[in-house]
């Protein structure tokens, strides 16, 4: 990965000063003025990073830092003074100043120096390309979170999978032996003992910012309530077997003793507390909320900027969204013709690649013929189409436990983990199949998210802020679908049926763009997606027709389609982030590609790339800003 120059290491080709040509030399002596800058800039996402990590031990743990509370922390008296720091961050960076020296346009020609706003007269769109980056993120975040927190949209917010119940509830469930890798002692027992402990106070928290929220008229669904709702039902049983003594599940040998006494105290008590969580959800939150799905346009505007780092006119996403998934269907449809002759569809395509189980595999080999996936990619890719950095290595592909996902995790040098794309299948999957999976594959690893997040997660010129806790959903999820597109643009996917998992894969995106948009910010139904099976048939999204629209459109188990269907209902924008991610990253190549043939020089994508992953993870506006 090409790096930007580290303050105070040697100038390039290890040349002294003197030896350097005076343009040279006036080049450096600019960028060596923005060092006060880009210090300030460094301190103040650190101290943002700590804001973050005193909150949240989830946090604190990816970044090493302290945190002050063993359960997130979201209850009003937290939200304030992150509000209040947050704010005071924001001035701070706006306050920090440019170089005094700066009155013309020095050194513009280098390109890490290159005015991304041309014209605008801001003195920051000279500034060497780290510096400007770092500035500009950090006001669209902060800007974005005190947004979210000021609406009292933060405090509302609750659903199945991302809320902060489950923050709480991941940290209440995990064991000492669930640890991967670790071995029980009693110095782990009696951190549990405390997380217990810890639990009335977090879940009281939760409860009062939703109430505070709810005063101000900013409610979650009622569908999402309900479900929580039943969540806490099933954590509070946990709990209370826990109490009991109960640990069931291999390997969880509970202390005796004290220990042993402590431990089912403070499980009793958490279990109550979560109790008392689930009747005020049913009893007094539910009946203030709206039937209606989704969010609201308003609210969901917020949300966009929180996922995506931009704003977008939904009117015209929603229709772009529905002529792409005419014309992935028209790809299916062509490919199934091409392969089972005219006449032929997407569906009896997909039949005809699942009708020979010998052609699939188990779940069990799935990990080796996934590895050998992403060593071919590594390959093909790295040192070719981007760089990477040194420690970085090759991704490792692992089992997870039953569920049916997969996802990816940075590496963790302290640990010796590299990075690791994680897949699990649901109970009673017994054939999984190749031209699926493949595309899935190279989305998580590489040249997807591990030669791009898991690249950042090591990069010594991005803050520790950066790294960890400043990522944007639509850039990482973006730079992953696009790197399916790399996939075949290097013959990575260049059989039809594994072309055909890619378009199905990306329908599967397009539909999830049309429910997001249509059930949150209220859009009218489409015709097409109204007059399918089982669809509500009025011009509001319910549940039955987002039901319909994903059922229609992908080939998914029962229970992960309702899983699916509770994601999308409770996680505003989320369904936006792979497909308008991959538009910006589209769209920057594109500026670029012009751009070089204005100078009629040939694009050179490796650069390109190398630049792209160098920003971290922004938000698209400052994205398509700088890759353009």
Same mark, same amino acid.
């Given at each position: 990965?090409?790096?930007?120059?580290?303050?105070?290491?040697?100038?390039?080709?290890?040349?002294?000063?003197?030896?350097?040509?005076?343009?040279?030399?006036?080049?450096?002596?600019?960028?060596?003025?923005?060092?006060?800058?880009?210090?300030r800039l460094t301190d103040l996402a650190e101290d943002y990073a700590r804001l973050l990590a005193s909150q949240d031990p989830a946090a604190a743990e990816a970044t090493g830092l302290p945190s002050r509370t063993l359960l997130p922390d979201v209850g009003p008296e937290a939200l304030a003074?992150?509000?209040?720091?947050?704010?005071?961050?924001?001035?701070?960076?706006?306050? %920090?100043?440019?170089?005094?020296?700066?009155?013309?346009?020095?050194?513009?020609?280098?390109?890490?120096?290159?005015?991304?706003?041309?014209?605008?007269?801001?003195?920051?769109?000279?500034?060497?390309?780290?510096?400007? %980056?770092?500035? #500009?993120?950090?006001?669209?975040?902060?800007?974005?979170? +005190?947004?979210?927190?000021?609406?009292?949209?933060?405090?509302?917010?609750?659903?199945?999978?991302?809320?902060? /119940?489950?923050?709480?509830?991941?940290?209440?469930?995990?064991?000492?032996?669930?640890?991967?890798?670790?071995?029980?002692?009693?110095?782990?027992?009696?951190?549990?003992?405390?997380?217990?402990?810890?639990?009335?106070?977090?879940?009281?928290?939760?409860?009062?910012?939703? #109430?505070?929220?709810?005063?101000?008229?900013?409610?979650?669904?009622?569908?999402?309530?309900?479900?929580?709702?039943?969540?806490?039902?099933?954590?509070?049983? +946990?709990?209370?077997?826990?109490?009991?003594?109960?640990?069931?599940?291999?390997?969880?040998?509970?202390?005796?003793?004290?220990?042993?006494?402590?431990?089912?105290?403070?499980?009793?008590?958490?279990?109550?507390?979560?109790?008392?969580?689930?009747?005020?959800?049913?009893?007094?939150?539910?009946?203030?909320?709206?039937?209606?799905?989704?969010?609201?346009?308003?609210?969901?505007?917020?949300?966009?900027?929180?996922?995506?780092?931009?704003?977008?006119?939904?009117?015209?996403?929603?229709?772009?969204?529905?002529?792409?998934? $005419?014309?992935? %269907?028209?790809?299916?449809?062509?490919?199934? #013709?091409?392969?089972?002759?005219?006449?032929? *569809?997407?569906?009896?395509?997909?039949?005809?690649?699942?009708?020979?189980?010998?052609?699939?595999?188990?779940?069990?080999? /799935?990990? *080796?013929?996934?590895?050998?996936?992403?060593?071919?990619?590594?390959?093909?890719?790295?040192?070719?189409?981007?760089?990477?950095?040194?420690?970085?290595?090759?991704?490792?592909?692992?089992?997870?436990?039953?569920?049916?996902g997969v996802h990816y995790e940075e590496p963790e040098p302290s640990r010796s983990l590299s990075g690791r794309v994680l897949r699990s299948f649901a109970v009673g999957d017994e054939t999984v199949w190749p031209w699926a999976e493949r595309t899935t594959v190279l989305h998580e690893s $590489?040249?997807?998210?591990?030669?791009?997040?898991?690249?950042?997660?090591?990069?010594?010129?991005?803050?520790?802020?950066?790294?960890?806790?400043?990522? %944007?959903?639509?850039?990482?999820?973006?730079w992953a679908l696009y790197a399916e597109r790399l996939a075949i643009e290097t013959g990575l996917l260049s059989k039809p049926a594994d072309r055909f998992g890619w378009l199905a894969a990306r329908r599967w995106r397009i539909v999830r763009v049309l429910v997001d948009l249509g059930v949150?910010?209220?859009?009218?139904?489409?015709?097409?997606?109204?007059?399918?099976?089982?669809?509500?048939?009025?011009?509001?999204?319910?549940?039955?027709?987002?039901?319909?629209?994903?059922?229609?459109?992908?080939?998914?188990?029962?229970?992960?389609?309702? /899983?699916?269907?509770?994601?999308?209902?409770?996680?505003?924008?989320?369904?936006? #982030?792979?497909?308008?991610?991959?538009?910006?990253?589209?769209?920057?190549?594109?500026?670029?590609?012009?751009?070089?043939?204005?100078?009629?020089?040939?694009?050179?994508?490796?650069? /390109?790339?190398?630049?792209?992953?160098?920003?971290?993870?922004?938000?698209?506006?400052?994205?398509?800003?700088?890759?353009?």
């Amino acid at each position: 990965m090409a790096r930007a120059q580290r303050p105070g290491s040697p100038p390039p080709g290890g040349l002294s000063v003197q030896d350097q040509a005076p343009g040279d030399r006036r080049r450096d002596s600019w960028k060596d003025s923005w060092g006060p800058a880009r210090a300030r800039l460094t301190d103040l996402a650190e101290d943002y990073a700590r804001l973050l990590a005193s909150q949240d031990p989830a946090a604190a743990e990816a970044t090493g830092l302290p945190s002050r509370t063993l359960l997130p922390d979201v209850g009003p008296e937290a939200l304030a003074e992150r509000n209040r720091v947050e704010r005071r961050l924001h001035q701070l960076v706006r306050a %920090v100043e440019t170089p005094r020296s700066l009155t013309g346009n020095h050194g513009a020609k280098d390109d890490d120096a290159r005015d991304s706003t041309p014209g605008d007269g801001d003195p920051w769109g000279r500034a060497p390309l780290a510096v400007r %980056v770092l500035r #500009a993120h950090l006001l669209e975040r902060l800007g974005t979170s +005190i947004d979210l927190i000021e609406s009292a949209d933060q405090g509302a917010e609750l659903n199945i999978l991302t809320s902060p /119940f489950q923050g709480v509830r991941r940290r209440l469930i995990t064991l000492p032996t669930d640890l991967p890798g670790s071995t029980s002692s009693v110095q782990d027992w009696a951190d549990l003992v405390d997380r217990y402990r810890a639990a009335p106070r977090a879940l009281t928290g939760i409860r009062d910012s939703l #109430a505070v929220s709810a005063a101000q008229g900013v409610l979650p669904p009622r569908g999402q309530v309900e479900a929580v709702a039943r969540q806490t039902d099933d954590l509070a049983r +946990i709990l209370a077997s826990q109490a009991r003594g109960d640990l069931s599940g291999g390997g969880h040998a509970a202390p005796g003793g004290a220990l042993g006494r402590d431990l089912q105290v403070a499980a009793n008590d958490a279990a109550q507390a979560v109790s008392d969580l689930g009747r005020y959800l049913r009893g007094e939150l539910a009946p203030l909320t709206p039937v209606r799905e989704g969010v609201g346009p308003s609210r969901h505007a917020c949300w966009v900027r929180r996922m995506l780092g931009t704003s977008i006119d939904t009117a015209e996403v929603y229709q772009w969204a529905r002529q792409e998934l $005419v014309d992935v %269907v028209a790809a299916q449809d062509a490919l199934a #013709a091409e392969v089972l002759g005219t006449g032929s *569809r997407a569906g009896d395509l997909d039949a005809h690649l699942r009708a020979d189980p010998s052609t699939g595999m188990s779940p069990e080999d /799935f990990p *080796r013929w996934a590895q050998g996936v992403a060593d071919e990619a590594w390959d093909a890719v790295v040192g070719r189409l981007l760089d990477v950095p040194d420690g970085l290595g090759r991704p490792t592909v692992l089992l997870d436990t039953p569920g049916g996902g997969v996802h990816y995790e940075e590496p963790e040098p302290s640990r010796s983990l590299s990075g690791r794309v994680l897949r699990s299948f649901a109970v009673g999957d017994e054939t999984v199949w190749p031209w699926a999976e493949r595309t899935t594959v190279l989305h998580e690893s $590489v040249p997807g998210h591990h030669t791009h997040s898991g690249a950042q997660s090591l990069d010594p010129s991005l803050t520790l802020w950066q790294r960890y806790l400043g990522k %944007v959903p639509g850039c990482n999820e973006g730079w992953a679908l696009y790197a399916e597109r790399l996939a075949i643009e290097t013959g990575l996917l260049s059989k039809p049926a594994d072309r055909f998992g890619w378009l199905a894969a990306r329908r599967w995106r397009i539909v999830r763009v049309l429910v997001d948009l249509g059930v949150h910010s209220w859009l009218p139904v489409p015709a097409e997606i109204a007059a399918l099976p089982g669809a509500g048939g009025g011009t509001q999204w319910d549940r039955p027709t987002v039901e319909a629209a994903l059922r229609a459109h992908t080939v998914l188990g029962e229970g992960f389609l309702q /899983f699916e269907v509770d994601k999308q209902l409770g996680w505003p924008a989320q369904g936006l #982030a792979y497909m308008l991610g991959e538009r910006v990253w589209l769209a920057g190549r594109e500026r670029a590609q012009h751009r070089a043939e204005e100078v009629r020089k040939k694009l050179d994508l490796r650069a /390109f790339h190398n630049r792209g992953i160098g920003l971290g993870s922004v938000g698209l506006d400052l994205l398509i800003r700088e890759l353009g």
